[in-house]
């Protein structure tokens, strides 16, 4: 059998405290090493077969490395395709978070048409244009309980769907602010910035043994990537942050804002979609890196390329910024007070960060 | 990295297909899948095994799996 990629957070609590989080991942971060030899359009099909949540952004990440390798750009073209299909896997991941995991995590039984209503608009989304947006969208607001950008339209719009508890999403998101969990799991806030961090190149340029995809950081920090690393700045993010942190309810709300975002942008790109697939990746020499924000946050991939064929090959995915060892799970969970529900907390937050692999969480 | 695995559907009852790779099988919801399929097809699965999420052309399939069996061989998984 193959084994399934896993991430353990074990909790060890002291004196009504956790004391120390301890994250280990069997994650296969090396076995892009094995792409050595392939040629970049190999690896470039490849890639979404073997990448089930992130397919369209991990191959939007290789065409990327190897145009760099390359020194050259993508046509306007090209760059709208590449990001439709980004942002179109982008609004299925989160759709899907809230519509199967949010009723589950809030004690309720999900209604999964819609997210099957959602998974089918976003596959579809290149041929149907903006009606594929349309059923996205109504989907979102049949599972929500009003239109998605309706409700975080401002700071008050938000907090009022929450209270009006009309959808199990706002019946878990009010719960965890009654619950007083509207502020767990906030740390120090440390957005990755955008485009990656400034010493991304040289650190991939040099990890031969694997470490820095395995558990990377920039001069000693680690980055927060994802939903609420990209919309932080947000009025409905800002505000949830201001007054409570940016713990749960910052994250889970960044998610939301996220989702309403990509839905929009699509909805703006589709207009003029091009009708041309996505073009293979140039034959090339030399080495790039490609950076894409992916739903879960950046993904960043460095090839290098010799006669044609790729010499090396390296991948740091955004799950092992937020589950670093020394990350924002662990840094919110470490010092939380080790009461009833701790471990339902934990998993909380373990969602709101949303590892791209199952998570297990124990308490000793 | 998240490797999933295209799996082979082997039978489906009741919107539940029971898939096979790398010798095991196991069972997954066919119910968040976009495309129709049906026996024969390969399907990769979610995180955590319970969905399929996404039909995969047979000859991607197969070029996934030689891949991942590599993997496997070389110690990396």
Redesign the interface.
Known sequence: MFPEARIDVALRTDRGRVAEVSVRSTRMIQAARLFAGRLPEEVAALLPSVFSLCGAAQKVACVAAVEAAGGRAPSPAQATLRRVDVLAETVAEHGLAVIRDWPALGGETADLAPAKALRVAMASIRGHGPQGVATAAEALAEILGAPLDAIVASADSFAGWMDGRASPAARLLSGIVRDGLAGFGAATFRPMPAGGPADLEPRLAEDHDGRYAAAPDSLGTVFETGPLARQASHPVVATVTEDHGGGLLARMAARLVDMASALRDLGQLVQDLPDEPVAAPPLGAGTGVGVVEAARGLLAHRIELEDGRVKSYRILAPTEWNFHPAGPLAAGLTGAPAEDGLERRARLLVHALDPCVACTVTVE | ??????SKIVAIEDGIATVE????TRQCSL?????EVTVGDYV??????TFA??K?PED??L??LD??A???A?G??
């Open positions: 990295m998240c490797m999933a695995v295209p790779a790398f010798g095991q119910m968040l899948l976009a495309d990769i699965l979610g995180a955590g095994g999420a996404e995969v991607a399939a070029a996934a891949y991942l590599e993997v496997l070389s990396l998984a």
